[in-house]
């Protein structure tokens, strides 16, 4: 069965730094563009950045220079690391599989992340 | 890059269509055929269900149907039932360093 399992998000103080992690199974994490999309409590969806089939990392301006997307090809595990929170990053994550940059077609349940 | 607009609310009655718009820019929905639309019950991942403005994935209804003119793509959900009710998103792809763009949502109800 495809499935993505977030994990690593929590409570964290402005001005901090927390990892979340995204686990593939069913299909290789390298062979699909992989994103992170969040969604603040009550809001819409906002994409956050994606990693490319050779590991290239792009960033909507909201999050570039403080976020940075990783994977383990091992693991089959995909890495968002956020420093400098802010309140208003507080938000549930989503780790989605990619067509590229066309559509996202297989989603995480999400993790929540609080900066408080 | 400013989110796409999305009517924030939309009803039906079972067995009506409903219609969601989606209104970019040349930029994005009217420069690319990339966009896509997904539902997400309360509490549940958002789930695709029209891919590149009309394609359905294997497994959702036949009662979604997407299109596109200009620089607005549309949502139709025919024949509505008591489980559409949910949020429905539209994205596009823009071809800028903000890969992907969402609608701020539209909250379907079901009367």
């Known amino acids: 069965e495809v499935q993505l399992v977030e994990s690593g998000g929590g409570l964290v103080q402005p001005g901090g730094s927390l990892r979340l992690s995204c686990a593939a199974s069913?299909?290789?994490?390298?062979?699909?563009?992989m994103h992170w999309v969040r969604q603040s409590p009550g809001k819409g969806l906002v994409w956050l950045s994606r990693?490319?089939?050779?590991?290239?990392?792009d960033y909507a301006y909201s999050v570039e220079g403080r976020f940075t997307v990783s994977r383990d090809t091992a693991q089959n595990m995909l890495f968002l690391q956020m420093n400098s929170l802010r309140a208003e990053d507080t938000a549930l994550y989503f780790c989605a599989r990619g067509l590229y940059d066309r559509h996202l077609d297989v989603w995480g349940q999400g993790v929540l992340v609080t900066v408080s | 890059q400013s989110a796409l607009t999305q009517p924030a609310s939309v009803s039906g009655s079972p067995g009506q269509s409903i219609t969601i718009s989606c209104t970019g820019t040349?930029?994005?929905?009217?420069?690319?055929?990339?966009v896509s639309w997904y539902q997400q019950h309360p509490g549940k991942a958002p789930k695709l269900i029209i891919s590149d403005v009309s394609r359905r994935p294997s497994g959702v209804s036949s009662r979604f149907s997407g299109s596109k003119s200009g620089n607005t793509a549309s949502l139709t959900i025919s024949w509505l039932q008591a489980d559409d009710e949910a949020d429905y998103y539209c994205?596009?792809?823009?071809?800028?360093?903000?890969?992907?763009?969402f609608g701020g949502g539209t909250k379907v109800s079901v009367l």
């Open positions: 069913g299909f290789t994490l390298t062979n699909y563009y």
């Open positions: 990693i490319n089939a050779v590991g290239r990392g």
């Open positions: 040349s930029g994005d929905v009217g420069a690319y055929d990339y």
């Open positions: 994205c596009s792809y823009t071809g800028a360093s903000t890969l992907l763009t």
